[in-house]
């Protein structure tokens, strides 16, 4: 990387603090740049060529983060809101100093997978119309679901605007009997992410989705472990798998 960027955003991006504690520490001249004590942190410094040490140990700068979200239902998938919570205001500060933006959205009432970071070229890929990006859901779905509903979607439904989707891949997990008030349990598969696609594609078959639940994007599967509302780093191996599905279209 040739670029350089403020030592104050960098040591945020690294863990240091917020930006008023990294203030208060660099006045405390324990911030070195290449041998000398800074207490500016306005410099600009370039990561790749310059030495930065914090109380005498090295700093290691990375420009990207990649989270992993179970998004909880009543919170908005973008990065501010004058009204609802956002995704990012469910994030520590040390996280949400880098800027990380939710890679699509899921509805409001919508739970589950989300990935949010701020790696531009990664998040246009993973949204490109083109890539097709199989993306899973669990749903509960008012009264029957049927065969039929798993042939037409197989062939592709036509939307309320007219759209027709792609081939999708419904399973049902549990058929339910409308008479005993009982849901159908689906998982559902797509290629494509129009505006509440799951839900409208139920509706072009007269059916509801009253709980609807993204568990897998790509090669990233939903950790069944993450609460909702919480949220990890990706490991090595998911983000390996993320950018090699990218780099390869094997996406698609
Ligand atoms: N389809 C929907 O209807 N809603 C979502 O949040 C995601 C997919």
Redesign the pocket.
């Known amino acids: 990387m040739k670029q350089t960027i403020r030592l104050e955003k960098l040591l945020a991006h690294t863990g240091h603090g917020t930006r008023s504690e990294i203030k208060r520490m660099m006045k405390t001249g324990t911030v070195y740049v290449n041998g000398r004590s800074v207490k500016d942190g306005g410099i600009q410094v370039n990561p790749d060529q310059d030495q930065i040490t914090v109380n005498g140990v090295g700093v290691r700068y990375r420009e990207f983060i990649y989270l992993m979200l179970n998004k909880p239902q009543g919170v908005i998938s973008a990065t501010e809101d004058s009204r609802d919570r956002t995704v990012i205001d469910l994030l520590a500060a040390e996280y949400q100093t880098f800027e990380p933006f939710p890679v699509g ?3 409001k ?2 739970e589950g997978l989300l990935l949010l970071t701020n790696d531009g070229k990664l998040a246009h890929n993973l949204l490109s119309p083109r890539k097709h990006v199989p ?1 899973t ?1 669990f749903a509960e779905v008012e009264g029957t679901v049927t065969d039929e509903d798993k042939n037409a979607f197989a062939a592709g439904v036509t939307l309320d605007d007219g759209y027709v989707t792609m081939p999708a891949k419904l399973v049902i997990l549990r058929s339910g009997e409308p008479a005993a008030g009982e849901v159908s349990k689906i998982e559902l598969t ?1 290629m494509e ?9 139920f509706q072009s078959v007269g059916k509801k ?1 009253v709980f ?1 639940k ?1 568990i897998s994007m790509g090669p990233l599967l939903l950790d069944e472990y993450l609460e909702a509302g919480s949220y990890r780093e990706l490991t090595a191996e998911e983000l390996k798998e993320l950018q090699q599905a990218n780099n390869t279209s094997g996406l698609s």
């Open positions: 959205r899921l509805d009432d919508t993306k859901y797509i992410g129009k505006f509440h696609q799951v839900k409208r594609m989705v609807l993204r």
